[in-house]
């Protein structure tokens, strides 16, 4: 890798840190090609990615963003797994890592707040940002639901009310 490359790879890099909302360090303890493959479909799925950058290269890259943090988790063959929603790339790697032991969680970073490996599995168990607005909208929703039963309920009386008069009349 030339110089132009290296620096191409940092902005690329320092670009992903400053549009992120976390960062997870893994170590590969020798995941195979097909074991990686399932991983990135895994992270993409969910709105995340998962890279292998070098560690003096992505040391570079988090200087002046909020991750300068992870600096520490950096050394040995390290990869770096990154989302927008805070949740979904700690969720995708913690599921992975149950399933193979070639998967390590270092660490990670939400923002300026850095997280140890147990940090991280805390963090993978919280709802998702998609689930929270889904509790959002319906905790929004039943009160409108119950207020629009509410004022229908009264009209309903009266016209059972109304109707068991007839049925009597008629009888």
Same mark, same amino acid.
């Given at each position: ?77 390290? $990869?770096?797994?990154? &989302?927008? /929603?805070?949740?979904? %790339?700690?969720? !995708?790697?913690?599921?992975? @890592?149950?399933? =193979? ?22 963090? $993978?168990?919280?709802? &998702?940002? /998609?689930?929270?607005? %889904?509790?959002? !909208?319906?905790?929004?929703? @039943?009160?409108? =639901? ?26």
């Amino acid at each position: 890798m030339d110089r132009s490359q290296k620096a191409d790879s940092v902005a690329e890099l320092n670009a992903t840190f400053n549009e992120v909302g976390v960062v997870v360090v893994t170590r590969n303890l020798g995941l195979s090609v097909a074991q990686s493959t399932e991983l990135r479909s895994k992270m993409r799925e969910a709105g995340a990615t998962y890279k292998v950058a070098k560690n003096r290269l992505a040391k570079r890259a988090i200087e002046d963003t909020d991750y300068v943090g992870i600096g520490d988790f950096l050394t040995g063959p390290t $990869a770096l797994a990154t &989302s927008v /929603d805070p949740v979904a %790339a700690a969720k !995708v790697i913690i599921d992975f @890592a149950k399933t =193979t032991d070639k998967l390590e969680v270092v660490g990670g970073s939400m923002g300026s707040q850095v997280l140890d490996a147990d940090g991280v599995k805390a963090l $993978a168990s919280m709802p &998702s940002l /998609d689930e929270l607005r %889904a509790k959002l !909208v319906g905790l929004v929703n @039943a009160p409108a =639901t119950k207020i629009a039963q509410l004022s229908t309920a009264p009209a309903a009386k009266l016209a059972r009310v109304f109707g068991a008069y007839a049925a009597k009349d008629a009888a």
